[in-house]
Nanobody, 124 residues
Framework: QVQLVESGGGLVQAGGSLRLSCAPS????????MGWFRQAPGNEREFVST????????DYADSVKGRFTISRDNVKNTVYLQMNSLKPEDTAVYYC?????????????????WGQGTQVTVSS
């Protein structure tokens, strides 16, 4: 019913910036929150950031707070993750996810749809 497509990943040097985008398609007429998660090889998928329907409430993992910014444009039907001051430990596959409702969630089990992921590699 809903497809999520991430873009914007790539290779960047430490201290650089990337902006990830996620565009849901399909039936998204009701309210939904969006989240970003990441997973490095051999590691468990971890929470990165999330944003509620209106964009008025956001949350970040401690490891990215102050460096990453999540935002959304409901007219363009797109959510963004601006990543600044990137570190090698940020290297992972980044996934966007959709959860129906007005509030945001850190728990990946709350999300109904997931993108295929986009690779972010930060070199030192």
């Amino acid at each position: 019913q809903v497809q999520l497509v991430e873009s914007g990943g790539g290779l960047v040097q430490a201290g650089g910036s990337l902006r990830l985008s996620c565009a849901p398609s399909g039936r998204t007429f009701t309210t939904y929150a969006m989240g970003w998660f990441r997973q490095a090889p051999g590691n468990e998928r971890e929470f990165v950031s999330t944003i509620n329907w209106s964009g008025s409430d956001t949350d970040y993992a401690d490891s990215v707070k102050g460096r990453f910014t999540i935002s959304r444009d409901n007219v363009k039907n797109t959510v963004y993750l601006q990543m600044n001051s990137l570190k090698p430990e940020d290297t992972a596959v980044y996934y966007c996810a959709l959860a129906w409702g007005s509030r945001w969630y850190q728990d990946p089990a709350k999300y109904s749809y997931w993108g295929q992921g986009t690779q972010v590699t930060v070199s030192s």
